[in-house]
């Protein structure tokens, strides 16, 4: 089953998400004490939304500062706000480090190493949520998860890409953007750009 939402935040974007099997029972309470407003929050729908306005000609150094607790990240240029989205972070057991990084470098096409699918040769799907290391079955062909538009943020596998995403954590570390916040974040960072995790 496929959802679009549509929100226009000031001089906004337009986001698109899709439901997908994924366990949001503690946020439909409430849930995630972290998150000030409680926001609650249909466990059979995803919630995505941003900002994007960049002033034409606006040159200067780019920084993007992600908050987990809040779940957004906001970009500056020229230590001008020109932007911001909703992301999903690390959820327990796979947090998000908290730091000060930088782009290492970008992957439009990006897929995982580490997180897929298995398929046989035919492409039907023998098992949908597979680990690396996990015992793979006689014919299976690995699949990585997509991370379109990607941009890695360590060594250890840590990227910004994008993703499902729900206003709280969902990821095995990485951090999810919408797709059109995903792509616009891509389009106008460069490799080397600071990012500053808290």
């Known amino acids: 089953m496929k959802k679009k939402l549509f929100i226009t935040i000031s001089t ?12 949001l029972a503690a946020m439909a309470t409430g849930g995630y004490a972290f998150r000030p407003e409680r926001i ?53 057991g796979h947090g998000t480090p908290a730091g000060t990084f930088r782009i290492l470098s970008k992957d439009e096409d990006h897929k995982s190493s580490t997180y897929g699918s298995v398929v046989d040769a035919q492409g039907n799907t023998l098992i949908a949520d597979y680990t690396a290391g996990q015992p793979m079955p006689e014919g299976g062909i690995y699949q990585g998860a997509p991370m379109n538009f990607g941009m890695q943020i360590t060594n250890n596998g840590i990227w910004m890409h994008e993703g499902y ?34």
């Open 12 to 23: 906004a974007i337009v986001l698109s998400s899709c439901s997908t099997q994924n366990d």
């Open 40 to 92: 609650k929050i249909d466990p059979l729908a995803a919630v995505a939304h941003g900002h994007w306005d960049r002033p034409a000609g606006l040159e200067g150094e780019h920084l993007i500062v992600i908050d987990t607790r809040l779940q957004q990240a906001k970009y500056y240029i020229a230590n001008q706000y020109v932007g911001s989205s909703t992301i999903s972070s690390g959820r327990a």
């Open 165 to 198: 995403v729900t206003s709280a954590p969902e990821s095995h570390g990485c951090i999810r953007l919408p797709r059109e916040m995903a792509r616009i974040f891509f389009e106008n960072t460069p490799v080397g750009t600071q990012v500053i995790i808290k």
